[in-house]
């Protein structure tokens, strides 16, 4: 086995009870590449810090839509000062619009994932982008500035997956896959040429069946011990 997680969050608090004891067993677990998204300023440090801990992992460091009310106004110097500080972070991300939940500010999400895409091309790093119920702004402001990196988690149409790959983005996809009501993902996916593609767990979220439900791990098994 030779799996490279494109997307997990190991600096959640699902892991802090055996974080150290799940990241050691992974490399026997067939894991040789883990990459960490970030949801915010407390993530993207500790991400950084978990990064150098471990030779295969690496970083990414950004803002999630979610957490934009609770972001200081100076958060992209103490992401360069993350970035600059240490080589193995990779990425900029979670990046990007959530529209799920009520009483979000759109506007401010916008704003954030503008400047962050702006950041990410001053720096040219590549982006994990997140949307959720946001498929047309996204696809709008992804045309606009044409990153290079993925959108994760993948939840759009075959047709807003053939756009996504016109700009020259890879798609992500998690065990969500596995899902009984996973039809619109599946054709989705049948867009996707092997060379775009990437997988990504999303842990400790978004477990594969038989695993639905539960904490899973990079090796995309339950990471209950």
Known sequence: MNIFDTHSHYADTAFDADREQVLSELPNKGVKLVMLAASGMDDSTANSQLSKQYDYVYASVGIHPESVDETPVDYRDKLRGLISSNPKIKAVGEIG?????????????????????????????????????????????????????????????????????????????????????????????????????????????????????????????????
């Open 97 to 225: 619009l959530d529209y799920h939940y009520e009483n979000y500010d759109r506007e401010k999400q916008i704003r954030f994932f503008r400047e962050q895409l702006e950041f990410a091309a001053e720096l040219d790093m590549p982006v994990i982008v997140h949307s959720r119920n946001a498929t047309e702004d996204t696809v709008e402001i992804l045309k606009e500035y044409r990153p290079r990196g993925v959108v994760h988690c993948f939840s759009g149409s075959a047709e807003t997956a053939k756009e996504i790959l016109k700009l020259g983005m890879y798609i992500g996809f998690t065990g969500v896959l596995t899902f009984n009501n996973a039809k619109k993902a599946l054709k989705a996916l049948a867009e996707v040429p092997m060379d775009r593609l990437l997988l990504e767990t999303d842990c400790p979220y978004m477990a594969p069946v038989p695993f639905r439900g539960k904490r899973c791990d990079s090796s995309a098994h339950s990471g209950a011990h």
